[in-house]
């Protein structure tokens, strides 16, 4: 890759000098706290010089290839949705969710089962010993889930999903509780805390049941005209908390994969991809474990990162080229809803794209209040709804996601940059404009020059701001 990136470098310098004026047209969209999405037009375009190589340049160097943006559709986010009325529900909805407009989120993950954001804890069959599944079912979603999914659907019917259990049934796991974690918002007892190790029962009986819970779960939801086109099949393996969870070591993920739930989904559910995740360790040896196994690669068509997984992300996509990486949740905060947050965002969506994924899931898309979940957690969202007024607030995050996913188009390539400026993304759309996302963190303004293609844009960016720049040419 270094060779390709110089010979790129050695090719703009060797044109630069002689490259003809072109007819171009940019779109610049600035947001600061107090003024956002604001739409610009101090944009001044100059020849191509070598000038500005100290500064940023947008190569033509295509990397992954963006499939989309998305969010976790929770049963706290309907009820939060429920505060509003019809006329200010269906605005917002189409804000978040519409395939031309606002943030355009398309690409949404679904948990199967409870998670910290379900109003309570449960599973599809808590019937002790039931490893027929004669007893499960769905009938919970029909309250939030399925709803919740059926109108965003109404808005983008073309709207892709994906799932992911946070705990199986209690009667499955080795304390017979949800958490592995004693809290203040739970009754697990102390002495039945999962230190470490396997909390799922590692015996062939509740491996098979487990396979076909999920499998079930792919019918349920097809029948209600949901199809859910890929699985990971445990969030979080290596987290201890009071919250729904489950800890799994590498050998029984790939046991899992390799005997269980790959030759189950390859002959039942042949459509549905399974991906290893939501990977949230930074243990390459762990993720090589599980993934080096021709047995489990005969089902793998992706690896799903979180958490602590970013810290190797850019790992995972050399080691595994052909494999789609995704960004599974992010990271939510305190519930500050602030600027920071927004910048820490960024920083994490770029720590992610630049390692190479194509999907990026922001966590709760809209909650009510502070954020409290379920266990007491205050978090971040995009969109915050007074439950007693209804008033409605777009947090610094929300626009940030705007600011990427309103201008990225699925099917975009990321675009390799240079350059001494590291607050800043690119993408080639389809239609072949190129999308720039530019942070600037610095309490005064920052002048900039960029150079793409055969020109130069110089531009000032506003202090504490995020800007979209999309340079048609």
């Known amino acids: 890759m270094k060779i390709k990136i110089l010979a790129i470098f050695t090719f703009i310098i060797s044109i630069s000098s002689s490259l003809p004026s072109i007819a171009s047209e940019t779109i610049w969209v600035s947001t600061t706290a107090n003024n956002p999405w604001q739409v610009r037009n101090e944009i001044t375009t100059i020849p191509f010089t070598a000038e500005i190589l100290n500064d940023a340049i947008i190569t033509s160097y295509g990397e992954q290839t963006m499939e989309g943006f998305g969010t976790c559709l929770n049963e706290l986010g309907w009820d939060a949705l429920n505060h509003l009325s019809q006329k200010d529900n269906e605005a917002l909805m189409e804000e978040l969710f519409h395939p031309e407009k606002g943030v355009r ?24 010993g039931d490893f027929e599944m004669v007893n499960f079912c769905i009938d919970r979603d029909y309250e939030a889930l399925i709803p919740y999914i059926k109108a965003v659907k109404k808005i983008n019917p ?9 705990s199986p049934p209690t009667w499955m796991k080795t304390n017979r509780h949800y958490a592995t974690q004693k809290g203040d918002y739970n009754d697990l007892d102390e002495n039945n805390q999962v230190l470490a190790g396997d909390h799922f029962i590692q015996e062939p009986r509740y491996l098979s049941a487990y396979a076909l819970y999920l499998s079930k779960y792919m ?35 790939r046991n899992f994969i390799a005997n269980y739930l790959g030759p189950k989904f390859s002959a039942e559910h042949p459509d549905v991809e399974l991906w290893f995740g939501t990977f ?9 474990h599980v993934m080096q196994d021709p047995e489990v690669l005969k089902y793998i068509h992706g690896i799903g990162l979180q958490w602590e997984g970013k810290e190797i992300a850019d790992k995972v996509s050399e080691l595994y080229p052909d494999m789609k990486l995704m960004q599974t949740e992010n ?20 720590t992610y794209i630049d390692g190479g994924v194509g999907s990026y899931m922001y966590w709760n898309a809209v909650l009510a209040d502070k954020g409290t979940s379920t266990w007491g957690w205050n978090q971040n969202a995009m969109v915050v709804i007074d439950s007693k007024t209804g008033e409605i607030t777009y947090t610094p995050e929300f626009y940030l996601m705007k600011h990427l996913s309103h201008y990225v188009d699925p099917g975009a390539v990321k675009l390799k940059t240079m350059g001494k400026d590291e607050n800043m993304l690119a993408f080639r759309n389809p239609k072949g404009e190129t999308v720039m996302l530019l942070v600037n963190k610095s309490h005064k303004p920052k002048q900039m020059k960029i150079g793409v293609k055969e020109e130069v844009l110089t531009f000032t960016l506003d202090p504490k701001s995020f800007n979209t720049i999309i340079y048609k040419a």
């Open 280 to 288: 949230n360790s930074n243990s390459i040896e762990d993720l090589n």
């Open 158 to 166: 073309g709207l892709r999903l994906w799932a992911s259990p946070w």
């Open 105 to 128: 989120l398309g690409y949404c993950r679904l948990s199967i089962g409870g998670n910290d954001y379900s109003r309570n804890w449960y599973s599809y069959n808590e019937t002790e």
């Open 219 to 253: 019918n349920a939801y097809n029948k209600e005209g949901i199809d859910i086109e890929m699985l990971q099949f445990q969030n979080e393996p290596y987290t201890r908390n009071q919250w729904p969870t489950c800890l799994w070591t590498p050998e029984s993920m």
């Open 331 to 350: 990271e939510c905060g305190g519930g500050t809803f602030d600027w920071p947050a927004a910048e820490h965002t960024f920083d994490l969506l770029k």
